[in-house]
């Protein structure tokens, strides 16, 4: 499945991701005012992509244990389904909607019964993240691969999308020309563009194939004392 993203590795194709980055805005005013809602087609399309890019990382780990690029597959498996469970609400998205008030607008649905647990356990996940990062030192998988191939401009849709998404939700004092029902559309179409171009960040970092550390390195040793003996 890793395939699915590879084709994003060449210019030109990183290129198209950066247009389609900048025609969000005026497409965003075409699409259906449904497709941006709760459970709607742009949300469900991200799911997807994220499910994939978490099935993309458990097969790397698979075949490339006991590989650091295994290990950065396995890092990187759990924040996938974070960002799905998030974009799904923990749930809540799938539950019907109990109501409206007076404005005519949703009523949220009710907490489901797991979910006093989902921030606890991010915190302890994003712990374990920390911890399996230095462990392990994948931090050399990324840096080796934007050596050899930077992918810069995966990287600038990706962050272009995060701010657009921040910017259509109207923190950090920024704000979209848009009504509340187009700039929730424009929102998903450009998170959905972000979690592509991380995707495919993914593959083309996860193609660098670098070893385990030995028993002297696991813990920071430097590599070049092995190269002087």
Known sequence: MGRLFLWAKTRPAQWALLAALVACYPVSLLLPLSWGREAGVLENLQVFVLLSGFVVAVVVF??????????????????????????????????????FDAAGRALPPEPLWF???????????????????????????????????????????????????TCAEGHMSCHIDLVASRAQVFEELVELLAYVALCSLQAVVLRHRVPALGPRHEHGVDARAKQVR
Do not use: H, K
């Open 115 to 165: 979910q006093p647990l989902v921030w606890p356990g991010a915190v302890l996940l994003i712990g374990w993240l920390v911890y399996s990062a230095w462990r392990y030192r994948i931090d050399e998988v990324v840096r080796l691969a934007f050596v050899r191939s930077a992918p810069w401009l995966l990287l600038f849709v990706a962050l272009g999308a995060a701010v657009g998404s």
């Open 62 to 99: 698979m075949r490339r244990r006991p590989e650091r690029t295994a290990m950065l597959a396995l890092w990187a498996a759990p924040v996938w389904l974070l960002l799905a469970g998030r974009e799904l609400s923990w749930g809540r998205a799938w539950r019907a909607v109990p109501g």
